[in-house]
């Protein structure tokens, strides 16, 4: 029973959501006529009207403690990148960096978060923040949060 639970949990804490283009069959090929090439998926409309804001998807990532499901931490953020460059680098590499923000979110909420505690919102974009600049291998992109959601079960 417990490895059922775990399982489960280990399949939650992983989930991400998958794009609409990739959901809906987009972007493999079958209505292209020959020597077309393929359009890149239409990007998402900024939450913003900077130009250099880059959307990130929210997360929702189960918390794991003590190998008992106690709750959920959801947090959604946003990028300004001003450098054009960058920026088209960062949304190159936003598989990565999705992928490397999921892995610290998990460690953060499994290790630091506690029942009546609010989550510290500096340590949260702090390590957002790190994490960007590392898979990006160069600093320029500022992470800006947007919210922090703690729901811990009883």
Do not use: C
Request: hydrophobic share 40%; charged share 20%; glycine share 8%.
């Amino acid at each position: 029973m417990k490895l059922s639970l775990a399982l489960v949990a280990l399949s939650l804490a992983f989930a991400v959501s998958v794009p609409d283009a990739y959901a809906s069959g987009g972007g493999h090929g079958g209505d292209k006529k020959k020597g077309e090439k393929a359009k890149a998926p239409k990007k998402q409309r900024s939450s913003t009207s900077l130009a250099s804001w880059v959307m990130v998807d929210p997360f929702t990532i189960t918390i794991i403690q003590d190998g008992r499901l106690r709750g959920r931490l959801t947090v959604s953020f946003g990028m300004d990148v001003p450098d054009d460059k960058l920026r088209e680098y960062t949304e190159l590499m936003m598989p990565r960096l999705r992928d490397s923000w999921l892995s610290a979110l998990n460690l953060y909420a499994a290790t630091t978060l506690r029942p009546r505690r609010a989550a510290d919102l500096n340590t949260v974009t702090g390590m957002l923040q790190q994490t960007a600049d590392t898979v990006l291998a160069k600093p320029g992109s500022k992470v800006l949060l947007g919210a922090v959601a703690v729901q811990m079960t009883p």
